[in-house]
Structures are given as structure tokens and as C-alpha cells.
């Protein structure tokens, strides 16, 4: 046995007799031969103890009056006594009428048959006792020994789970490792079929440049036949200082911040090296994407972009849903989603006209936008609220389909975006994006062509703060600009502007203090609604106006779901009449007449903030 100390083996030791010190120390067989005899013993003693009797006794009968004996209880059981008690019976006073049974013994008398019982009785309790004692011992120890087993075998069946594992993953290590080989030679294929194929095309692209030379100097020895030596040096000079709105190959990243290492693409005002505005200049020859939040200045900051264009000899088209010409004069305007749509579709034709009259031109790509620039062709495209188009703009019908089987295409403006974007610098029909934000769910719901955008798109970040006194956005004058193909964000300063732009003719442009010539209508119109709302001029009492039935039944819908602000983009595809739904137009006009009749107020773009009651 282990015990835990000394102390507990001296405790443990004087608690146990020498016999079962010595019976511990025997082996099992021996074990079981002394539990056999003890049990042997006491089964013998108690079977001793068990038969005969221990004392003797004296058998008497009873006279009865008629002279007889009666030897018997009721039950048939004799009358017996010890002599101790017989000699008690007699000091005490025996009846005579007891005498002793003649037919038992001698004179009644019967000799004890096991006077030793007593002694086979204790025998056998001793002989029990001590096999039990025995027994309980060799328990003990075989409870004992049970636990060292349990732990033998708990200890043999991990080494054997630990042996499979360690098998097992001698046979994953196997099959990685010739996995890993199998990856690495497919890789050196791999890697020996892409240097083919570079090389492949490099010796094409290193011939193609060699055509392109011989066709080059063929073209050159055309427009020069019959100069002299002279007029060609003045000729390659004059090509030489061409100017150009495209990063040449001698640009670098830094360059393009530089207004001297690019042009216009007319003959524009220079800026000066240390202009902290001149980063205007690279939206001018760009795609670019004017984005920030509400207040932040896009519509301003916008307008002077486009004067630097106009300044620069590009043509402008305004695509503004909601402008009027007031706002925009100098500049084409378009106005309104179904015109838009219509300009949208002529844009993209009027694109692949000219890459197909640049196919066949035979001039080089600096020649072909050279002739562009010289023959009035650059046009800017400016996208005012583009964030909405894609609610509010449908692919426009061709004249040639019938209007009941046309479908129009619902990525009609996403491919525009992506044709705007990519095929846009070589024609110089240069796109100005004006949105909320950059992310492609807005721009055009055109999803997964973050990588595209950041390739082709110049963009640049307006940032609006808080007045602190009135809680509202403003522009904060500062900004960021990321160009084409890079990662970095470059912060800007914006144009210190004391009002907004709204003529862009170069004759005559529009000052501060200069208001704008408004027609009479016009007036009447601003006055209608900004101020009389819909009072006749001569009104002095204006009174609300009464809603049609329309914007009646809007306001009813607004003040039944509780709203206390209502934008239109958000409630327009919940509200219809009669399962009849309407367009953002129809829904604006009817927000007008709630706004005219009081019952509301503009919030912002599209949103209303109703009177509480």
C-alpha cells in the first residue's frame, strides 16, 4: 500500500493486527486456502453447535385424581425441566402430585447429548468472523488494484490513439508534401507558359510599334512632301510645342499637380506655379467625379470648374433635371429626365462615330484630337444630381420599334457611366459627375466596378461642416483629390466664391452685384411660389390654398403613417391610388400644393417637413 506519510503508515499499521499483516503479505492462492479453512471451520463448528443438546433433563408427569399420568402439554410438548431447576422446584415445595416419567431415561433422568455446544457455537462465529475479515481485506486491495488498472489501460489506449494520429498524420504529411510538388511544378509550367506568352507579346507589340513608325514616317513624308529641310524642322517644332489637355509620357504623379507640366486645350489663362487652386486645371481634361454632402459646395465649386472650361474653349452641356436657363446661361441646358435620356443616347452614338472616323483616318491619336480641338468639337458633359438618374431615367425608345414590344434595357444608365468613363478622353467628350458620394450603388447602382472607378475617374471630395450655432452644413472652403489610377488622397483648398455662378458667356459674364434679367413670367412664377403662394399679386391677406384631390389624398396618406418629414425617394414606392403608383414628378408636384397651402415647409431636396397640429 502507499501511503502519503510516515504518519499515516505508523497510524495505518497499529489499527491492523499482526495476523492481517501476515495474512497481507501472503500470496492469493495462499489467500483463498486460509479464507477456505477459516470458512471450512466455521461451517463445521456451526453444524456442531447445531445438533444435540446442551444440558441434561428430567422428564415428570402429573397424577390426576383418577390415578393417571399425564406426561403432556395440549400441544403434545413433555414436561421437561434441568435438574437445577427440578432441585429449585423441590426447595420450593413440589406438589406430590409430580413425579418423574419412568418411560424417559433413568427414573426421568436424560444425559446432555452436547455439552461442548456452546464452545462449537463461538467456534463457528470465529471461523465466520475471520473469513470475513479476510474477505474484506482482500477487497480493499482489489479495489486498490482496480484503480491502477483503470489507469493501465486508460494509459495503453492513449499510446494507441496517440500511435494513429501520429500514423495518421504521417499520411497527411505524405499527401501535403506531394500536393505542395504538384503545385510547384504546375506552377513552373505555369510561370514557363507566361513568359512564352510575354515574350510572345512583346515581339507583337515590338512589331506593331515598328508598323506603326514605318507608318508614321510614311504619313510624315506625305504632309511634308515638296517642304524643304527648313519648313520640316519648323513643322516637327510646331508639333512638338502642340498643346494637349492628355498626360504625355514625361509626366509624372507629382507633374500632375503642376499646371506647367499640362495644358487646357485652348488658350487659357495660365495659372501661377504657386496658385493653390491650380489643382482646377486637372478637371478639365479629366472624367471626373465631384461628390460631399449636403452644403458642403458641389454647385458652386462645380460652376467654377465649368468657367475654367469655358475659359478653355470647351463646349458645355448641362444635364441638370431640375435647372432652368436663368441658372445656366452660356452653356447648353438640358432639362428633364425624358430629355436627358434622349442626349444620353445621342452621346453614345455620337462616341462611336468618332472612334470609327478615328479608325479610318489614319492619323495618330494626338493628330486625331488635335483636329477635334481645332474643329470645335470638345464637349464637356456636366451630370448635375446624378445620384437620382437611375430612379427617374428610362433607355428612350428608337424610332424604328414598336412601343409595345420595346423593353427598355435596365442597365441603360450604367453602361453611359461606364462608356463616359472610359472611352470619354480620346473623343474629348470630357464628363463631370456631380453625386452625393462615390460608392457604385450610387453611381448608376453600377455594382462591382470600384476598380474601374478608381482607374478612370478623377475625383474630388468636398468636405461640409457644422455651424454651431445653427446646426447646419456648410461648405468649410476645404477638400481632397485623387487622380486616376492612384491611391492618394491630396488635400485641396476651394475657391474663395462670394456668390454663385450662373452666366458663363465670355462676352459678358454675370457679376455679384449684377441681377440677373428675369422675364415677367418668370417673376410672377418666382413670386407664386416663394412667396404669395398662389394669392393673386394684389393680395394683401394671403389664404391657404386648396389642394387638388391628388395632393389631398397625399397629405391624408403622409398624416396617416405619422410622418413628420417626408422624402420623396423614400415614401415614393409606398404611396398609390387605386394600385395606380407615380413618378417622382407627379409626387413633387403634389408636395408643391402641400407646401402652398401651409400645411408643410421644404426641408431640402425632395422633402418636406409637415405643420405639427
Not at 497510524?11 to 497481507?24: A, N, T
Not at 434679367?517 to 394671403?542: M, S, V
Request: proline share 4%.
Amino acid at each position: 500500500m502507499n501511503y502519503l506519510s510516515d504518519k499515516h503508515k505508523q497510524l495505518s499499521e497499529s489499527q491492523q493486527s499482526g495476523l492481517m499483516l501476515w495474512f497481507g503479505r501472503l500470496p492469493m492462492d495462499k489467500k483463498a486456502v486460509a479464507i477456505g479453512l477459516s470458512l471450512t471451520v466455521g461451517i463445521g463448528s456451526a453444524a456442531m453447535a447445531w445438533k444435540g443438546e446442551s444440558s441434561d433433563r428430567i422428564y415428570f408427569c402429573v397424577r390426576t385424581p383418577q390415578k393417571k399420568l399425564v406426561c403432556q402439554d395440549q400441544n403434545n410438548r413433555p414436561f421437561r425441566m434441568t435438574p437445577f431447576y427440578w432441585s429449585q422446584w423441590q426447595l420450593e415445595g413440589m406438589p406430590r402430585q409430580i413425579v418423574r416419567n419412568p418411560a424417559m431415561g433413568v427414573n426421568g433422568l436424560v444425559k446432555a447429548t452436547n455439552p461442548y455446544k456452546p464452545f462449537w457455537a463461538f467456534g463457528g462465529f470465529l471461523g465466520f468472523a475471520l473469513a470475513g475479515w479476510m474477505l474484506r481485506h482482500c477487497q480493499y486491495e482489489e479495489k486498490q488494484k482496480a484503480i491502477f488498472e483503470d489507469i493501465a489501460q486508460k494509459r495503453d489506449a492513449a499510446k494507441a490513439e496517440m500511435a494513429a494520429r501520429s500514423e495518421l498524420l504521417e499520411s497527411y504529411r505524405d499527401v501535403a508534401i506531394a500536393e505542395v510538388q504538384l503545385q510547384a511544378d504546375l506552377d513552373l509550367i505555369a510561370n514557363d507558359r507566361t513568359v512564352d506568352i510575354q515574350k510572345a507579346e512583346i515581339y507583337a507589340h515590338t512589331e506593331i510599334e515598328v508598323t506603326q513608325m514605318e507608318a508614321t514616317d510614311a504619313i510624315f513624308e506625305a504632309q511634308t512632301a515638296g517642304m524643304t529641310e527648313q519648313q520640316k524642322a519648323d513643322y516637327i517644332k510646331q508639333l512638338r510645342e502642340m498643346k494637349t489637355p492628355y498626360l504625355q509620357g514625361s509626366q509624372t504623379l507629382a507633374g500632375t499637380i503642376d499646371p506647367n507640366d499640362k495644358v487646357t486645350g485652348a488658350d487659357s489663362q495660365a495659372i501661377a506655379p504657386g496658385d493653390k487652386y491650380r489643382w482646377i486645371n486637372n478637371t478639365i481634361g479629366y472624367p471626373t467625379l465631384i461628390f460631399g454632402g449636403m452644403g458642403a459646395g458641389k454647385s458652386w465649386t462645380t460652376r467654377e470648374i465649368i468657367w475654367k472650361k469655358v475659359q478653355a474653349g470647351w463646349n458645355i452641356v448641362a444635364l441638370d433635371p431640375h435647372g432652368t436657363q436663368v441658372e445656366w446661361r452660356g452653356v447648353r441646358l438640358i432639362t428633364g429626365y425624358k430629355e436627358i435620356a434622349d442626349f444620353m443616347q445621342w452621346y453614345m452614338d455620337e462616341m462611336r462615330q468618332r472612334y470609327d472616323d478615328y479608325r479610318r483616318s489614319g492619323l495618330t491619336e494626338e493628330q486625331w484630337t488635335e483636329r477635334l480641338r481645332n474643329s470645335g468639337k470638345m464637349l464637356s458633359v456636366i451630370c448635375e444630381e446624378f445620384t437620382t438618374w437611375t430612379d427617374n431615367i428610362v433607355e428612350p425608345m428608337p424610332n424604328n420599334c414598336e412601343e409595345d414590344k420595346w423593353k427598355p434595357d435596365p442597365d441603360f444608365i450604367g453602361k453611359w457611366f461606364r462608356c463616359a468613363m472610359t472611352e470619354s478622353r480620346k473623343q474629348l467628350m470630357i464628363p463631370l459627375f456631380v453625386a452625393h458620394d462615390r460608392t457604385m450603388e450610387i453611381l448608376a447602382k453600377a455594382k462591382g466596378l470600384s476598380k474601374l472607378r478608381d482607374a478612370a475617374l478623377l475625383e474630388v471630395e468636398l468636405i461640409a461642416t457644422i455651424d454651431p450655432i445653427t446646426t447646419e452644413a456648410k461648405a468649410s472652403g476645404r477638400g481632397r483629390i485623387k487622380l486616376p489610377g492612384h491611391g492618394q488622397w491630396i488635400d485641396i483648398e476651394l475657391p474663395k466664391l462670394d456668390h454663385k455662378r450662373i452666366d458663363f458667356r465670355l462676352d459678358k459674364p454675370l457679376t455679384s452685384n449684377e441681377p440677373p434679367t428675369i422675364d415677367k413670367a418668370t417673376l410672377e412664377r418666382i413670386y407664386e411660389l416663394e412667396f404669395n403662394l398662389g394669392n393673386k399679386a394684389g393680395d394683401t391677406q394671403p389664404e391657404p390654398k386648396q389642394l387638388s384631390t391628388m395632393a389631398q389624398k397625399l397629405y391624408e396618406y403622409l398624416t396617416r403613417t405619422e410622418r413628420i418629414s417626408a422624402d420623396v425617394r423614400e415614401f415614393k414606392g409606398n404611396f398609390k391610388v387605386n394600385g395606380e403608383r407615380f413618378t417622382v414628378e407627379q409626387i413633387k408636384g403634389w408636395m408643391y400644393e402641400i407646401v402652398g397651402a401651409e400645411k408643410a415647409y421644404w426641408i431640402g431636396e425632395g422633402v418636406i417637413k409637415l405643420n405639427q397640429i
